[in-house]
């Protein structure tokens, strides 16, 4: 009886330890996703007259795969946890006189995650206030897809190219001996 009871004690002790184990090859670290969305604003047939109220359109998407982050790739089958900490934003490829009335940054299946106005060459970078919520939900989906897909919205005034990078500052989890 006594032997019994000692082999259910070892045997919860063993059980109990299996996770204390698992836990101590958990591996936490920080990295920046980032991604480059390039934008084309081009001429359009009869080009009219440009406004604040009656701007040019545009729209781009791109993925941002998890596998492209040289930190996150050794990991990328073991993440247990992903926290996306902040975004900042940069638009390069401005000239003067060129400015982006509007432009907002959505995430496929959560919805519109942030918005900026007035976007010049001077006024470029900026880390927008950005719900915790919708970055939780970012996470999540980045996850368990392994990817996101970012759409850029907008208007501007006038044909233009230029390029908006996006920063994730990321801390990712993962199990170094799953």
Do not use: H
Request: charged share 20%.
């Amino acid at each position: 009886m006594k032997t019994r009871i000692t082999i259910i004690i070892a045997s919860l002790l063993l059980l109990s330890a299996c996770n204390w184990f698992k836990d101590l090859g958990e591996v936490t670290f920080s990295t920046d996703l980032t991604l480059d969305l390039p934008v084309v604003i081009p001429p359009a047939k009869s080009m009219p007259l440009v406004t604040p109220e009656a701007p040019l359109e545009f729209s781009s998407s791109a993925d941002l795969m998890l596998e492209d982050n040289t930190d996150i790739e050794p990991y990328l089958s073991k993440i247990r946890e992903i926290d996306l900490k902040s975004l900042e934003v940069t638009v390069s490829g401005l000239t003067t006189g060129q400015e982006i009335y509007t432009m907002s940054l959505s995430v496929e299946g959560i919805g519109t995650i942030c918005t900026q106005t007035n976007i010049t060459s001077t006024a470029n970078t900026f880390t927008p206030e950005v719900s915790a919520t919708l970055l939780d939900q970012a996470a999540a989906k980045l996850k368990n897809d392994k990817k996101i897909t970012a759409v850029i919205t907008g208007s501007a005034n006038s044909v233009m190219a230029f390029t908006v990078s996006l920063t994730f500052d990321t801390e990712v989890t993962a199990g170094a001996l799953d």
